[in-house]
DNA sequence: TTTTATTGTGTAAAACTTACACATCGTAAC
DNA sequence: GTTACGATGTGTAAGTTTTACACAATAAAA
């Protein structure tokens, strides 16, 4: 594999890459990792992780594996951004590239800084640094897929940790939808749903009756609620 | 261009193709086109119009030229429905494609008839044959595509004809969701909102105060109306 | 010690959604 | 010709959701 010239065909083909765009929260910011790319083109600029197809995974299982290698990260939450296909996408010859987005608790992007010699950071989803390709164009499409899942799914406490608090949740809303929430609001809707199960602590921890309540995601509660939001 | 092995890359690349769901709506029911392959694989099957990607347009322009060329159709609304990559979806090969929905007006799909050679048909949406490929599949994603952007984009009025009566666009809100809409809400919230025109009717059209009223679709309006739900 | 920022909680108005009834007219059945 | 049915237009009341807004308690900063 890799040999000059293997590979050969009756009718002209599109070279195929697959890109991650992998959101995290830090407790206060909406954050993309971005790596520095070592080769040419756009060296030494920030992109995406992501590489080519293989011949024996689909697009989703090659996003996972680059994730994998070039960050060490796995996420259970991975869904298609789209296909970029512009002509003059990729200055190596015509490339088509699909891009994925996934998102990683905060306790879990310790593992990028360590891997390996490739610089990867964190950056915030609103002070990004100019980036290879088309990436900039992806990682807008990118957000706002995001925007729609927040609206359509829990994919928000797969942003959080397993245990978080209200205040924490709210930061997070306001940083991926750009614009603040009355927070009086937010914890009155959010509690009356019934998703959201507080944590018991004990004594020591809660520091005080105005210290942030933390809670945990009610996946159970969200399936009920699901199912009747089907039903009507 | 065509003969055998011209292409010769360093590494494996995949067949990229795109296909088409072309919606449109009869008065009654919400149809789609399908074509009868006239080849192998998958002959006589019916499957979505689609072809392979060439080296110099983006997928979505090859999904318009696709349409042209298979159907004689066009269409202002195209949106990518995803990429469909399973390994053994294609069994000439591996294959990716990319999907494409698109609709078109009830007195434009008369064009699909006297094109050429290939069997063209529009199928109920709820009464499909059995599709070529992963298309089952793909059009599962369509519809499912379509009732997002019926929620969030004014698609509804591309699909009728520039004067439509309420009771159609009721019965195709009913086709593209499956479900009843209780016709005084459904007329009550879409003549609130503004966004319809009625179209002036001599004496003698309007045969009675009962029969159905003509409306168009009021862009202006709309994006009046989209102006004011960004802001908030 | 005082000030400021953060958190928890509750209430009233407005907007929107849902459920439901009746009158008119054309068409089909009788 | 008469009657029954179905399709259309219109309006009202209840329920639900969203929005707007105020105050008390505590920890951290000044």
Redesign the interface.
């Known amino acids: 594999?890799?040999?000059?010239?293997?590979?050969?065909?009756?009718?002209?083909?599109?070279?195929?890459t697959v890109d991650n765009v992998v959101f995290s929260f830090d407790g206060t910011h909406l954050n993309v990792l971005l790596i520095k790319r070592g080769n040419e083109p756009f060296k030494d600029c920030w992109a995406f992780p992501g590489g080519?197809?293989?011949?024996?995974?689909?697009?989703?299982e090659a996003a996972r594996r680059e994730l994998k290698e070039e960050t060490g990260l796995t996420t259970k939450y991975l869904n298609?951004v789209?296909?970029f296909?512009?002509?003059d996408r990729d200055p190596r010859g015509?490339t088509?590239t699909?891009a994925f987005a996934s998102v990683v608790q905060p306790n879990k992007t310790a593992a990028v800084a360590g891997d390996d010699a490739k610089d990867a950071r964190w950056f915030n989803i609103h002070e990004m640094p100019k980036l290879a390709f088309d990436h900039e164009k992806i990682c807008r499409m990118a957000l706002w897929k995001l925007r729609?899942a927040f609206i359509n799914t829990p994919v928000v406490f797969a942003l959080l940790n397993d245990i978080f608090t209200l205040p924490e949740m709210q930061r997070l809303y306001t940083d991926v939808f750009s614009r603040e929430f009355d927070r009086r609001n937010f914890q009155k809707k959010f509690l009356a749903s019934g998703i959201l199960t507080p944590v018991a602590q004990s004594d020591e921890e809660k520091k005080s009756p105005h210290s942030p309540i933390q809670y945990r995601f009610n996946e159970a509660s969200y399936a009920h609620l699901r199912e009747k939001m089907l039903r009507c």
């Open positions: 594999m890799g040999e000059k010239g293997v590979y050969t065909y009756d009718y002209w083909r599109p070279a195929v080519f197809l293989d011949e024996d995974e689909t697009l989703e298609e789209g296909a296909s512009d002509l015509r088509i699909v729609i």
